[in-house]
């Protein structure tokens, strides 16, 4: 990996996970030591790949308000449900990497919302704070995949910025696989912004101003 210390495996435990619809699976969580950011990110370890393929792999990025709230204004919630199934169905990992609100805090992304509300899109309203409209680096992620043991993957993103990363990185990323798209009437604009804003791969079509 280009200049970055390698990771290690900290720890390993079996957890059974239960989502709200009832989906269950069980999977491997896994912990590091030496990860270049100093936080506490977690492997999810799903099934197994069927040889001769690779894993699928997503770069999930936390969500508070999302993942445990189950707030409409982001599509955190439904990509994290969605992920864990399709990658145990064909083996990989999934890691959760604590980065709120696009690396800028959990109390910076609140406030970035208030100025949504007065009409800014998701990215200027972290610029108007001062913040990077997206300040994540994927450093430990990669050092997260080397120490698992995993160079070549297929990544499961709408966000181009991830595979360019990881590849810098010393990842190789065969194919670059959508998820889906999951529009409620709090987050089209959200969504729209990814699109024209960093180029996400969601169809800008099916994203109508509403």
Same mark, same amino acid.
């Given at each position: #990996? ?141 050092? #997260? ?66």
């Amino acid at each position: #990996m280009p200049d970055t210390p390698a990771a290690t495996q900290r720890a390993r435990v079996r957890v059974p996970l239960r989502f709200h619809d009832g989906y269950s699976v069980d999977a491997e969580l896994v912990t590091f030591h030496g990860l270049a950011d100093g936080q506490e990110h977690v492997a999810v370890v799903l099934g197994e790949p069927a040889p001769g393929t690779v894993p699928l792999v997503r770069l999930h990025s936390e969500c508070l308000t999302g993942d445990v709230f189950g707030s409409a204004r982001c599509d955190c919630g439904p990509q994290l449900r969605e992920a864990v199934e399709r990658i145990a169905e064909t083996g990989g990992i999934l890691l959760y990497l604590r980065q709120e609100g696009r690396g800028i805090g959990l109390y910076n992304k609140l406030d970035a919302y208030a100025l949504q509300d007065q009409g800014l899109d998701t990215y200027e309203a972290n610029a108007a704070l001062g913040l990077p409209e997206d300040g994540r680096d994927y450093t430990a992620a990669a050092q #997260m995949l080397h120490a698992l043991g995993v160079t070549s993957l297929d990544l499961l993103s709408n966000n181009p910025d991830k595979a360019d990363q990881l590849r810098t990185l010393g990842i190789d990323v065969h194919d670059r696989v959508p998820t889906g798209v999951f529009t409620t009437p709090h987050n089209v604009r959200y969504l729209r912004a990814k699109v024209l804003q960093t180029q996400h791969t969601l169809p800008l079509a099916k994203l109508s101003a509403g």
